[in-house]
């Protein structure tokens, strides 16, 4: 027996989703994509999309909750749409943008995971390792990958066929964000390191993806238009570690295969939680406390934190044509980009 949804205390994230569908539905599209099965509940993985449905504008597309356990990610998207939505009712900008760029967004995609506060989906699959990708380095074992067993963390799943979760997100970014002839993507996570990193790909080997000057380009006009946010390090994945399965490494590859005049850049916005963690040493105690702030006063912090960085991302999307490198400039800012991170120092 299935019932409808859990309690809200044991998922709020899903509760607040359902909440701004329920009071938005004049700016708001929002789609069950599938369900997932679990301690007797069906779970809908939604999406929602806002702005414009012309296919010739460009679109950007945001992600959260990929790893259950770190929903600080589909938080800080809740936190963001929330913000955009009531901006709907009033602001004549954003309006006027909306008109010009298309915005879809999976909050939650590992519901399950998230329900259970796992990492892995609920057959204990990482989703992050579970494309049909594989590393052309030597990854760091288990972290890179594995397929001894799903009770280890970082279990890759099935070698050919991917999890119903990785399915509806490569499924949804083919037909969401493919095809428009300018997309972007920001899959948001937690818990590496002290800093808030912005990767890009490849997770599986370290050579410099084709978009590499687009993406110095990108990085160039965010920290010349917001100097105060130094705090973002906007680097390639695999200077940090490289491990199989990445989807975004799948996706982008797929991309650049099939329709390679169409420019698709997937990043990654990793929240460095150690931070909340240093400054507040108890969270060690919990294992939520690991991926989350915990203290509310930080929590909002977080929350607040990245509205910035997604605005931003919205604008950059709308304007791309005024930033992209040229094909004159593409050849420098490539330069750029291989001597900060891929030639030997
Ligand atoms: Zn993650």
Redesign the pocket.
Known sequence: MTSSLPPLNQFPELHQLQQLINQYPQHLRAEVLGHISVKNFSLPIWSVELGSTNPKHPAIGLFGG??GM?RIGSQILLAWLHNLLARCEWDIALQQVLTQVRIVCIPMLNVGGLLNNT?ANPQGVDL?RNAPVEAQNNTLWPLGGQRLSAKLPWYRGHKTIMETESSILVNYVKQQLFTHDFSLAIDC???FGLRDRIWFPYAAHKTAPYHLAEAVALREIFNRSYPHHDFYLMEPQSLNYTTHGDLWDYLYDQQLQQQPQRVFLPFTL?MGSWLWVKKNPRQLLSLFGLFNPILPHRLTRVLRRHLTLFDFLLHATASHQQWLPSQSTRKSYQAQGLERWYLPK
């Open positions: 990929v790893h770190e990492r992050m996570h937690s818990g990793e």
